[in-house]
């Protein structure tokens, strides 16, 4: 290729990806789908991009390397302290479930597509897997109940790093047995290789999480010796014992996770970007080298498969997950409908099918077009038909109307207790420890981080919320929440609290109007006037409005000493007030106003 070529091969699989990420956005689905598909499209069907002739024998070992870095990224996620704080029904759909599910696709893989116990075996590990990128996009068009739609994350947080080890444990026997020097040699070198990857990645991560717990390393360069670190780990430990990498960087980011004293919030964060650029081009690559033939020639038992592992290895793991729960049967036919494959799937699949191969392990190949048939078919099936089926079973929530806040601030709080107390789910949002563990003694719910941050995107949890409230302090952080949240919620549902700096400010040095978000309160209130008005004494009251005691009546008691900031009607629905609201409160309602003292 010439060089003018491989510039617009770059290029295009940079543009590809965007286009992709930003339709994923916009519809609400799974990104991965829309990156496969668009890599089918690209590679085998019109033949525009060949990665083998592209990267030439660069081409795998960048694969390795990106998939060594998503796989790190993915075990910073697991925090051991929140295994306790999951519940039974996750523990069981991680632990027996997921082995469960684990069984029924290998005996179904080896019986109908005729693959080899160990193979097999392989491909089982490759899809138990689910996943907060596929599972979190289809939270939010379906939107079932809170309870359901929480163990559905949390499986997908804590199965995603579990997975990918098992893959990595199961592939390395593979590789020990190939040696064909018997049962004990085999045997031996596996045991090396869990060896050599375990001490690897535990030296790794417990070195690496003393130079960010010491801070020998200026902040903005954690992040680059983290990546540094990360390959040289990798690299390292399959120089010692072939094929141990994988192992090795999957457990130095759940020791990284697990030191006490050790913040990865930051590397964190600057993994899931990169994770997101790296995931993007590599699925875009991986789909590009599909053989379309060879997923043809799978025929009709491509459908039996995934009809098991729909009808009935997600069925089995449920069940046994649930024995006991308190759930429902409707609420558990829907967790034994969602489950779609994605990230760990598609991207260790790749790079195991074409070392096996060259191993000699036959069939290892026809472990990529499997996986991406399964990938696809889940995904395209459950994002098409779950959210009419919660509807159908009633465990679809109505139409949101909680409140996302953001800030965890005294006049957060209060205003956060207040919407609770009218009944509406609250959910405080705050990078501030003391905010929010103010917030917590408090009992109201919170989220620990930067509700427009990478990690909030997987984490967050915004079943039931249907407005944002931001209330910072911050001018900065308010538009920048009124922005993120702006299509998820729409722009009448954002709401935010200016400054009276900002306010101040010529059009030019201010963020439009757009993005900004509706004033809150009438008439609009300042952050600064709100805590103010507060540390003065007036407070937050809730009155109900009577045939004895109305609108009108309200008005003339309260005169000029009121700021109305919601309003309850008859049905149940809480009105944000602005200032251009044209309320007409009747029986039945109630109205939270903020009420300044007598002067």
């Given at each position: ?117 160990l193979l097999a075996l392989l491909f089982g590990t490759l899809t138990l897997v689910t996943g907060p990128t596929v599972i979190v996009p289809m939270l939010r068009v379906v939107r079932p109940k809170a309870s359901i739609a929480n163990i559905l994350r949390w499986e997908g947080i804590v199965i995603d790093p579990i997975g990918a080890l098992l893959a990595v444990v199961v592939y390395s026997f593979i590789i020990a047995s190939a040696t064909g020097e018997g ?417």
């Amino acid at each position: 290729m010439t060089e003018q070529q491989i510039l617009l091969s770059f290029g295009g699989i940079g543009i590809a990806a965007l286009g992709s990420q930003w339709l994923a956005w916009r519809l609400k689905l799974p990104a991965i789908l829309f990156l496969l598909l668009t890599g089918i499209l690209v590679g085998p069907v019109l033949g525009w991009l060949n990665p083998q002739e592209l990267f030439g024998p660069l081409l795998m070992p960048l694969v390795s390397l990106a998939v060594a870095l998503i796989l790190f990224e993915g075990s910073l996620t697991l925090h051991l302290s929140e295994w306790r704080e999951i519940g039974t029904v996750v523990h069981r759909l991680v632990t027996i479930g997921a082995l469960s599910t684990w069984a029924v696709i290998t005996l179904a893989t080896h019986w109908l597509l005729g693959f080899d116990w160990l193979l097999a075996l392989l491909f089982g590990t490759l899809t138990l897997v689910t996943g907060p990128t596929v599972i979190v996009p289809m939270l939010r068009v379906v939107r079932p109940k809170a309870s359901i739609a929480n163990i559905l994350r949390w499986e997908g947080i804590v199965i995603d790093p579990i997975g990918a080890l098992l893959a990595v444990v199961v592939y390395s026997f593979i590789i020990a047995s190939a040696t064909g020097e018997g049962l004990s040699h085999s045997l031996l070198t596996f045991g090396g290789v869990i060896m050599c990857g375990s001490l690897f990645g535990i030296v790794g991560g417990w070195i690496m999480g003393h130079i960010v717990r010491r801070q020998w390393l200026p902040e903005y360069l954690q992040s680059l010796a983290t990546l540094a670190s990360v390959l040289g780990v990798f690299i390292a430990a399959n120089e010692v014992m072939h094929e141990s990498g994988l192992l090795a960087v999957t457990l130095m980011g759940m020791w990284m996770a697990n030191m006490k004293g050790v913040d990865v919030r930051n590397i964190l964060h600057f993994k899931e970007n990169l994770s997101i650029f790296l995931i993007s081009g590599l699925f875009i690559l991986l789909a590009a080298r599909l053989d379309l033939n060879a997923m043809i020639g799978l025929g009709p038992v491509v459908l039996v498969l995934l009809l098991i592992i729909q009808f009935i290895a997600r069925p089995l793991n449920v069940v046994l997950s649930t024995f006991g729960s308190k759930l429902n049967w409707r609420e558990r036919a829907l967790l034994a409908w969602i489950a779609p494959r994605g990230i760990v799937a598609a991207a260790v699949s790749a790079i195991f099918a074409i070392r096996l191969d060259e191993a000699g392990h036959e069939g290892a190949l026809l472990l990529v077009p499997l996986t991406f048939a399964v990938i696809i078919g889940t995904v395209v099936l459950q994002s098409a038909t779950a959210r009419p089926l919660a509807r159908l079973l009633k465990v679809a929530e109505p139409a949101p109307s909680g409140f996302l806040i953001v800030g965890a601030n005294g006049p957060a709080r209060i205003i956060g207790k207040a919407l609770q107390q009218l009944g509406s789910r609250v959910l405080l949002t705050d990078s501030n420890w003391e905010n929010i563990r103010s917030a917590r003694m408090e009992n109201l719910p919170t989220y620990f981080g930067n509700p427009a941050s990478e990690h909030a995107e997987s984490h967050l949890d915004l079943v039931g919320l249907g407005y944002l409230l931001a209330l910072s302090p911050s001018g900065e952080l308010n538009t920048l929440a009124a922005v993120r949240f702006h299509h998820e919620f729409g722009p009448q549902r954002v709401f935010a609290l200016t400054n009276g700096q900002e306010s101040r400010r010529s059009d030019k040095h201010r963020a439009s109007h757009e993005y900004r978000g509706q004033p809150l309160g009438s008439p609009a209130l300042t952050y600064g006037q709100l805590a103010s008005e507060l540390s003065q004494g007036a407070e937050l009251y809730s009155t109900n409005l009577t045939d004895n005691f109305t609108w009108e009546d309200y008005q003339n008691l309260h005169g000029k000493r009121i700021t109305l900031l919601f309003a309850r009607d008859g049905n149940g629905w809480v009105h944000v007030v602005t200032p251009d609201s044209e309320l007409k409160p009747g029986t039945g309602w109630t109205l939270l106003a903020l009420i300044r003292q007598q002067s």
